[in-house]
Structure formats: structure tokens, C-alpha cells
């Protein structure tokens, strides 16, 4: 398995639940393979040193944050707790792991997505401040090597 390097974001949440997007100091929006459907992806939300959340979705990036942002208790799904970051510029940042089969599938990457977790709660002290599931699955070395990598990358310590 290999990581692709992160398509990297600054996200600021709207006050109508609507969210901004800028990349390199310009307004933007995502960017294949942001945009692709049925396509696993991991994000990964902080602000500063700080994970906020860690998720995956097989959505484009725009109508996964689109139903978290705009969930409203129906159905049971409250969406977004770290929502109410408004005027914050947090950073976003969409993964992508490949494998001899191509792209990681949602299970692969919902063992990256736990143990990024776990990292986060061994490193830190505290599990992902907005975390509200995880889906916990067996995982082998090289699980744990992309999510410690990914990880140090979204919390900016590289060592």
C-alpha cells in the first residue's frame, strides 16, 4: 500500500452552514479525486496541532460536507459536530491510499481512519476532539505506518 500525498484545504465554515474552500491563499473548490464518487477517501479536519475529526467517505468531498453541514437531528443524524467552527480557517486535508488493486477500499480505509484515531489519542492525550464513531477493524503494520504517517502530517510534526 502506498499513501498519495493529501489534497490539502482551508476550510471556513459559513454562518448559514455553507463552508468556503481555499487552496494556496485563493478561493477554490475540490478537485478530482475530491470530486470522485465511489472513490474511498479519508479526511482529516484540525485546527492548528489539533485533529478535530477523521472520516471516510466514498461521496465527493462537496455532498459529504454538504449533509454534515446542513443534517439537522432528522433521521437521527445531527451531522457535523465541529460545524459551529464559524470564522475559524481550519485545514482539510483528503487522502488516498493505493494498493496492487488500485485504490483502498472503504473497509482498508476504515482501519487507517481508527488507528489515526488511536494515534491521536496515544500522541495526544485525547481522542479527535469532534470524533463520533469509529469502525474498528483488525489492522497489520502497514495499516498502522500510513495512519501514524497521516496522523504527524495533520497535526504538523513530522518527527
Known sequence: MKLIEPQEYNLLINNDDSYSL????????????STTKDLAKLYTVSEGQDLLYVGITTRSMSERLRS????????????????KYQKVELKLNVWL?????????????????AEVAYFCRLLSGQWPKY??????????????????????RTVGSLS
Open 22 to 33: 481555499k487552496r494556496d491563499g485563493k478561493d477554490c473548490q475540490f478537485s478530482k479525486p
Open 68 to 83: 454534515g453541514f446542513r443534517a439537522s437531528g432528522k433521521n437521527g443524524y445531527h451531522g457535523y459536530k465541529w460545524k
Open 97 to 113: 491510499v493505493t494498493s496492487i488493486d488500485g485504490y483502498l477500499s472503504r473497509h482498508g480505509m476504515e482501519i487507517i481512519e
Open 131 to 152: 470524533q463520533h464513531e469509529i469502525h474498528f477493524h483488525q489492522s497489520t503494520d502497514i495499516h498502522r505506518d500510513l495512519a501514524l504517517t497521516i496522523y504527524k
